[in-house]
C-alpha cells in the first residue's frame, strides 16, 4: 500500500506561487490516480486536482490557468504548481489517491502580505 506525504507549503505574499510535493513510499505512485485536496478554514475539503496512472492531468475550474499537476516518475513524487496565489488560497493541501485512502497531515498554506 501507498503512503504519501505532503510538503513545500509555507507562507507567501499575494500572486507569489508555490509547488508543492506529494512523495510516495511503500508503492509506485504511477501506479495510482492521485489527487490534490485543500481545506480552507471554516470549509469542507475540496478536490483541486488529479493525475491519472496514463499521467493524463485535470484541474477543477475553480483553478483552471494559474494551478497545475505533475509527476516525475523517477522521483515518485506528484507536484501541485501553484501561482498567482490570493489569499482565498489559504488552506491545507493533501494529496491522495482516488478513491481516497486514510489522510496525511497535509501541507499548510498561507497567503499573506
Same mark, same amino acid.
Given at each position: $500500500?501507498? /503512503? &504519501? ?5 509555507? &507562507?507567501v $505574499? ?5 509547488? %508543492?510535493? !506529494?512523495? #510516495? *513510499?511503500?508503492?509506485?505512485? *504511477?501506479?495510482?490516480?492521485? #489527487?490534490?485536496?485543500? /481545506? #480552507?478554514?471554516?470549509? $469542507?475539503?475540496e &478536490?483541486? #486536482?488529479t ?5 493524463? =492531468?485535470?484541474?477543477? @475550474? ?9 509527476? @516525475?516518475?523517477?522521483?515518485? =513524487?506528484?507536484? %501541485? ?7 482565498? @488560497?489559504?488552506?491545507?493541501y493533501? !494529496?491522495? =489517491?482516488?478513491?481516497?485512502d ?7 498554506? =498561507?497567503?499573506?502580505?
Amino acid at each position: $500500500q501507498v /503512503q &504519501l506525504v505532503e510538503s513545500g507549503g509555507g &507562507l507567501v $505574499q499575494p500572486g507569489g506561487s508555490l509547488r %508543492l510535493s !506529494c512523495v #510516495a *513510499s511503500g508503492s509506485i505512485i *504511477s501506479n495510482y490516480v492521485v #489527487a490534490w485536496f485543500r /481545506q #480552507a478554514p471554516g470549509k $469542507q475539503r475540496e &478536490l483541486v #486536482a488529479t493525475i491519472t496512472r496514463g499521467g493524463y =492531468t485535470s484541474v477543477a @475550474d475553480s483553478w483552471k490557468g494559474r494551478f497545475s499537476i505533475s509527476r @516525475d516518475n523517477a522521483k515518485n =513524487t506528484v507536484y %501541485l504548481q501553484m501561482n498567482s496565489l490570493n489569499p482565498e @488560497d489559504t488552506a491545507v493541501y493533501y !494529496c491522495n =489517491t482516488l478513491p481516497a485512502d486514510s489522510w496525511g497531515q497535509g501541507t499548510r498554506v =498561507t497567503v499573506s502580505s
